[in-house]
């Protein structure tokens, strides 16, 4: 039989994890195939490939982001090659299983759960007399009525192949993200995640994984990124596992972890503070909602103090990137308490906060419990909420607005300096600046069309310009600082219009010429010429002096000179300010 694993992967970088473990659990007895694709690849491409390959079996691994997609190939493969036999599994239909068979009836079985004994078992009866209720865990079809085979005991982790040493997969290897589990289950028992559902926490091999990371990164692997829903639930294991991949890293892999912030011992921390290369690491942490009341309904414990200090500490070091997740609809989350976590959150100013709705995945407490808080969300997935007791359609759509800025002005850093100031200056709080830069953004249907970066800084300039006019001048002098910092040249045509005019940035720059001390030791070290700075520096005269803002968080509103620096060969901006006073008076020297 020719046997094919499959799955539809959200992009191409990402590297589906379960049917490699299906591969490496079924070989060597039988010989399995691995095709992926992407969500994006119209159905009739991937059917016609997986034709070509001539499938008797095919098993496909379901998502919630895939599942529809999955069903469209499904149902095609099934009318022009009948015979095939088409299994799903994965968490998407590991739940409701019953119905899906109903449903579909082009899914001729379904694994449910933990697939890797499974599958290989049916792979076996396949060969063998077919005799399916002797396969655990596994959903078919007799007589026009649903089995459903009760699921097998968990395998013994220890003694799992490696899903990574496949051939097909060393070329593709530096251009994806390599997924890695070092363990399977999770402690917690938060009811909005399918994880609540596994009691226990098992781990893999720690040697056998180790020397799987040793072989991916010897292979090329850029970025591995660990599955593990805890990482840090075993601090002695975690440690282990964090000296390891600093004693062996390859320089350019990054390592990116699930890490639970509140648990995060300080020594921990400050061992990563004082040995990680910076960049190494990077975390990912849930919050979810700093609301007391709204953890304990979904039996979710949290200490935000101490995950405060994690996140902290972690920055103070500077050696590794963090990710903040956000859910907005949990049960007793209204708006005004959304907007108090939005910004307890913010305050610690993460790298990247996402803001996520809830999900009313199958076979978690909160599906189950949904009238309970009045739950209304989609038929069909991603199953997102449209609103709740607490929560009405309309402040979700607030909400997603917010989203909708957060990620283009914050999480992508081209204006921090920018929103630093509006949000401590200008705007009650952080929320309401994203809210109120979110609605207008959406008013006028920004949010359906693509932008350049000028864009994005021409429309925060009229944002400020009509909302927050008084505060103008402020503003577009950081915004002007934000967009010369962040080029890798100089720039031939900036967002805004010139204000200086040719006889005016000749007199700085002959200014400069005479008096370079007045930038400072790094530029007087330069030793720029004069072609060097015509050909090479961008002048702005602004409203402040940027330096002593972003460093003391002083605002004093005297204009200032900005003058930037391009430097052809490290390709990075070199920022040098001066008082305009000081220019004046040595103007007005020299004339008299």
């Known amino acids: 039989m020719n046997i094919i694993v499959s799955s539809l992967n959200a992009k191409y970088i990402h590297m589906n994890l379960a049917i490699r473990y299906l591969k490496a659990y079924a070989e060597p007895e039988f010989q399995v195939q691995m095709a992926e694709y992407t969500i994006k690849d119209p159905a009739m491409n991937i059917v016609t490939d997986l034709f070509r390959k001539k499938p008797d079996i095919i098993g496909f691994s379901c998502y919630i982001w895939n599942i529809a997609e999955t069903i469209k190939v499904a149902k095609i493969l099934k009318k022009i090659k009948p015979e095939t036999i088409i299994v799903f599994g994965g968490p998407e239909v590991s739940y409701d299983t019953k119905e899906w068979l109903e449903k579909i009836p082009e899914i001729d079985f379904i694994i449910v759960g933990e697939g890797e004994e499974t599958f290989k078992q049916f792979l076996r009866e396949a060969h063998g007399n077919q005799e399916w209720e002797n396969v655990s865990g596994l959903a078919f079809r007799k007589d026009g009525a649903v089995i459903v085979n009760p699921q097998r005991n968990k395998i013994d982790l220890r003694m799992m192949p490696s899903p990574f040493r496949f051939e097909e997969d060393v070329p593709h290897l530096s251009k994806r993200i390599v997924y890695i589990?070092?363990?399977?289950?999770?402690?917690?028992?938060?009811?909005?995640?399918?994880?609540?559902?596994?009691?226990?926490?098992?781990?893999?091999?720690?040697?056998?994984?180790?020397?799987?990371?040793?072989?991916?990164?010897?292979?090329?692997?850029?970025?591995?990124?660990?599955?593990?829903?805890?990482?840090n639930i075993s601090r002695k294991y975690a440690m282990d596992m964090f000296q390891f991949l600093i004693d062996e890293h390859v320089p350019g892999?990054?390592?990116?972890?699930?890490?639970?912030?509140?648990?995060m011992r300080p020594e921990v921390i400050q061992f990563l503070n004082d040995n990680a290369p910076k960049g190494l690491f990077r975390f990912e942490i849930g919050v979810q909602s700093t609301n007391d009341f709204t953890n304990e309904l979904v039996k979710r414990k949290q200490n935000f103090a101490k995950l405060s200090r994690t996140v902290t500490m972690i920055k103070q070091g500077g050696k590794i990137d963090q990710h903040l997740d956000l859910i907005a609809g949990l049960p007793e989350e209204d708006y005004n308490s959304f907007r108090k976590t939005f910004n307890d959150v913010f305050a610690l100013r993460p790298e990247e906060l996402q803001l996520g709705f809830l999900?009313?995945?199958?076979?978690?407490?909160?599906?189950?419990?949904?009238?309970?808080?009045?739950?209304?969300?989609?038929?069909?997935?991603?199953?997102?909420?449209?609103?709740?007791?607490?929560?009405?359609?309309?402040?979700?759509?607030?909400?997603?607005?917010?989203?909708?800025?957060?990620?283009?002005?914050?999480?992508?850093?081209?204006?921090?300096?920018?929103?630093?100031?509006?949000?401590?200056?200008?705007?009650?709080?952080?929320?309401?600046?994203?809210?109120?830069?979110?609605?207008?953004?959406?008013?006028?249907?920004?949010?359906?069309?693509?932008?350049?970066?000028?864009?994005?800084?021409?429309?925060?300039?009229?944002?400020?310009?009509?909302?927050k006019r008084e505060h103008l001048p402020i503003v577009e002098g950081f915004l002007k600082y934000d967009y010369l910092r962040n080029q890798k040249q100089k720039p031939r045509k900036p967002w805004w219009d010139e204000k200086l005019k040719k006889q005016e940035q000749s007199a700085i720059y002959q200014f400069i010429l005479s008096n370079p001390e007045m930038l400072g030791k790094?530029?007087?070290?330069?030793?720029?010429?004069?072609?060097?700075?015509?050909?090479?520096?961008?002048?702005e005269i602004l409203p402040f002096n940027p330096e002593l803002y972003l460093q003391k968080k002083i605002l004093v509103k005297e204009p200032a000179i900005l003058l930037v620096y391009y430097n052809y060969c490290d390709h990075q901006p070199h920022m040098f300010s001066f008082p305009y006073t000081a220019l004046k008076k040595g103007l007005s020297k020299k004339s008299g």
Request: overall charge negative; aromatic content about 16%.
């Open 181 to 231: 589990e070092t363990s399977r289950g999770c402690p917690f028992n938060c009811q909005f995640c399918l994880s609540s559902i596994e009691v226990g926490v098992r781990y893999f091999d720690r040697e056998k994984i180790k020397e799987d990371i040793r072989y991916l990164m010897k292979n090329g692997a850029k970025t591995i990124k660990f599955v593990d829903r805890t990482f």
């Open 253 to 263: 892999v990054v390592f990116q972890f699930e890490i639970t912030g509140d648990i």
């Open 359 to 467: 999900k009313l995945l199958r076979g978690t407490g909160l599906r189950i419990g949904a009238k309970h808080f009045g739950y209304v969300y989609m038929d069909e997935p991603p199953y997102e909420i449209l609103s709740n007791n607490v929560l009405s359609f309309e402040d979700i759509l607030k909400i997603k607005q917010v989203e909708d800025v957060l990620e283009k002005f914050w999480n992508d850093h081209r204006m921090d300096a920018t929103v630093e100031y509006l949000v401590e200056e200008v705007f009650e709080t952080p929320f309401d600046f994203f809210q109120e830069f979110g609605a207008y953004w959406d008013e006028r249907g920004w949010a359906r069309i693509g932008h350049q970066l000028e864009d994005l800084f021409r429309r925060l300039f009229s944002f400020i310009q009509e909302r």
């Open 522 to 539: 790094t530029f007087l070290n330069l030793s720029l010429s004069e072609k060097d700075l015509y050909k090479h520096t961008v002048l």
